[in-house]
């Protein structure tokens, strides 16, 4: 059970803009950068969002994060078919002295 | 470009003790400041942090593993290893060895290697 809650699943529409959630607590989000990865079908996990809101070269300008208190947020504009995928947040947490991840976001493109 | 491989058993009988090497290539594992990391995805399941070696050779894992939990170095064969000790059906998944420049940061990943404990 993740200490880090994300909706199960979210969608949208090509050119859309959808935001997935991150909730967490003062011992992870509240205190510590947040990550966040896209998990494309039978693939690994890859860096989309460092630092809160920095993107890694080579990702679209497209995908964005950002946090406030104890919760974050990753926006995706311009949607398109290839954004299909599984969305994880994830942040170290004090409490637990380790990193936890989100359970996961399913990004249906309609 | 560095790169991450998982290698080892694909079936591990339950008891039994699961062992897993991750082989870095495209640099020294010892160079820099990393934290080498294995992550696990059990099938259509999120994924589970389940521990770090620094390049120092300190560690940290998952209080939920960490008895059955070793992580190692060997920094003349560049990899790091994980065991996990009297398995069950419950660590089958995908296991990921990952490097991690900052705590929850993961820029470079395996391609994953699939685990099944099974008799």
């Known amino acids: 059970q993740s200490v880090l809650t994300q909706p199960p699943s979210a969608s949208g529409t090509p050119g859309q803009r959808v935001t997935i959630s991150c909730s967490g607590s003062?011992?992870?989000?509240?205190?510590?950068?947040v990550y966040w990865y896209q998990q494309l079908p039978g693939t690994a996990p890859k860096l989309l969002i460092y630092?809160?809101?920095q993107r890694p070269s080579g990702v679209p300008d497209r995908f964005s994060g950002s946090k406030s208190g104890t919760s974050a947020s990753l926006a995706i504009s311009g949607l398109r078919s290839e954004d299909e995928a599984d969305y994880y947040c994830?942040?170290?947490?004090?409490?637990?002295?380790?990193?936890?991840f989100g359970g996961g976001t399913k990004l249906t493109v309609l | 470009q560095v790169q991450l491989q998982e290698s080892g058993p694909g079936l591990v009988k339950p008891s039994q003790t699961l062992s897993l090497t991750c082989t870095v290539s495209?640099?020294?594992?010892?160079?820099?400041?990393?934290?080498w990391t294995w992550i696990r995805q059990p099938a259509g399941k999120g994924l589970e942090w389940i521990g770090r070696?620094?390049?120092?050779?300190?560690?940290k894992c998952n209080p939920s593993l960490k008895s059955r939990v070793t992580i190692s170095v060997d920094t003349s064969k560049n990899h790091f290893s994980l065991t996990l000790s009297s398995v069950t059906a419950a660590d089958t998944a995908v296991y990921y060895c990952?490097?991690?420049?900052?705590?929850?940061?993961?820029?470079?990943w395996g391609q994953g290697t699939l685990v099944t404990v099974s008799s």
């Open positions: 990952a490097r991690s420049p900052q705590t929850g940061c993961f820029d470079y």
């Open positions: 495209g640099g020294s594992i010892s160079s820099g400041s990393y934290y």
């Open positions: 070696i620094y390049t120092s050779g300190s560690t």
């Open positions: 003062s011992s992870n989000i509240g205190s510590n950068y």
């Open positions: 630092g809160n809101n």
């Open positions: 994830a942040a170290w947490d004090d409490s637990l002295s380790g990193v936890l």
